[in-house]
């Protein structure tokens, strides 16, 4: 199959590094090692409910778990690995369902009380938009190439 455009692999390999590996995994790393840093950094909520902190803290240490891999597929898909077309599945469902994972943890946030800063932030909607668009293009590159000749 033929490149969505030219060069496609690398811009989507570039955003996965930058986007995924360095500042997603980056971030939740920041989270699950120091989450008073990580409050103090805004990418925590300091005021989140114990229940609401124990889940962001699980989803950041699995965010970590699964991160790693984002630096592969990125690094792949700018060599033009023939792998890393499959590799590229993991970060694009991963950044794709963080962005829409954000937008209902944040209306459920916001009905049931708790509207907290970080939700309300600009740079959030940004940076939501930002996976969403790292993801959906590293689909679509992944989907553009097979392994079979």
């Given at each position: 199959m033929d490149q969505?455009?030219?060069?496609?692999?690398?811009?989507?390999?570039?955003?996965?590094?930058?986007?995924?590996?360095?500042?997603?995994?980056?971030?939740?790393?920041v989270?699950?090692?120091?989450?008073?840093?990580?409050?103090?950094?805004?990418?925590?909520?300091?005021?989140?409910?114990?229940?609401?902190?124990?889940y962001?803290h699980?989803?950041?240490?699995?965010d970590?778990?699964?991160?790693?891999?984002?630096?592969i597929?990125?690094?792949?898909?700018?060599?033009?690995?023939?792998?890393?077309?499959?590799w590229a599945?993991?970060?694009?469902?991963?950044?794709?369902?963080?962005?829409?994972?954000?937008?209902?943890?944040?209306g459920n946030?916001?009905?049931?009380?708790?509207?907290?800063s970080?939700?309300?932030?600009?740079?959030?909607?940004?940076?939501?938009?930002?996976?969403?668009?790292?993801?959906?293009?590293?689909?679509?590159?992944?989907?553009?190439?097979?392994?079979?000749?």
């Amino acid at each position: 199959m033929d490149q969505i455009f030219p060069y496609a692999n690398v811009v989507a390999g570039v955003l996965v590094l930058l986007v995924g590996f360095g500042l997603h995994f980056g971030g939740q790393l920041v989270s699950v090692v120091d989450w008073q840093l990580a409050t103090r950094l805004g990418l925590q909520e300091a005021g989140m409910r114990p229940e609401h902190r124990n889940y962001e803290h699980a989803i950041a240490a699995a965010d970590v778990l699964i991160g790693w891999t984002y630096g592969i597929a990125g690094i792949g898909l700018i060599l033009d690995a023939p792998w890393a077309y499959v590799w590229a599945w993991l970060p694009g469902a991963i950044l794709t369902y963080h962005a829409l994972q954000f937008w209902f943890w944040t209306g459920n946030h916001r009905r049931s009380g708790d509207d907290y800063s970080t939700t309300r932030n600009p740079a959030r909607f940004v940076w939501a938009v930002a996976n969403l668009a790292t993801g959906i293009l590293t689909l679509f590159v992944a989907n553009s190439q097979t392994l079979v000749p």
